[in-house]
Nanobody
Framework: QVQLVESGGGLVQAGGSLRLSCAAS????????MGWFRQAPGKEREFVAA????????YYADSVKGRFTISRDNAKNTVYLQMNSLKPEDTAVYYC????????????????WGQGTQVTVSS
């Protein structure tokens, strides 16, 4: 029911910044919690950040806390991930996802996924 399209990935140097966007289709965007996950080469997909339906609550993995900021604009059906102070270990494909439930952290509880956008951080 929800189509998600990520954009904004690219190649940046360590210490730089990047802003990812995820555009959602449909008229029920505000019914979903939204999350960002990432998958690095040879590793499992991991939780990065999540935001509640109205944007009141946010959650972050310890590895990105203080560097990344998740936000959403329900009027534009868009969720964002502002990434600052990027490190080479942030290199991964980043996915946005939509959740009907309230688990936030659990990948298997998300209902819809985008195709991902590549983020590469060089030293």
């Amino acid at each position: 029911q929800v189509q998600l399209v990520e954009s904004g990935g690219g190649l940046v140097q360590a210490g730089g910044s990047l802003r990812l966007s995820c555009a959602a289709s449909g008229r029920t965007f505000s019914s979903y919690n939204m999350g960002w996950f990432r998958q690095a080469p040879g590793k499992e997909r991991e939780f990065v950040a999540a935001v509640s339906r109205r944007g009141v609550n946010t959650y972050y993995a310890d590895s990105v806390k203080g560097r990344f900021t998740i936000s959403r604009d329900n009027a534009k059906n868009t969720v964002y991930l502002q990434m600052n102070s990027l490190k080479p270990e942030d290199t991964a494909v980043y996915y946005c996802a939509a959740e009907r439930g309230s688990s936030f952290y659990t990948e298997s509880d998300y209902d819809y996924w985008g195709q991902g956008t590549q983020v590469t951080v060089s030293s």
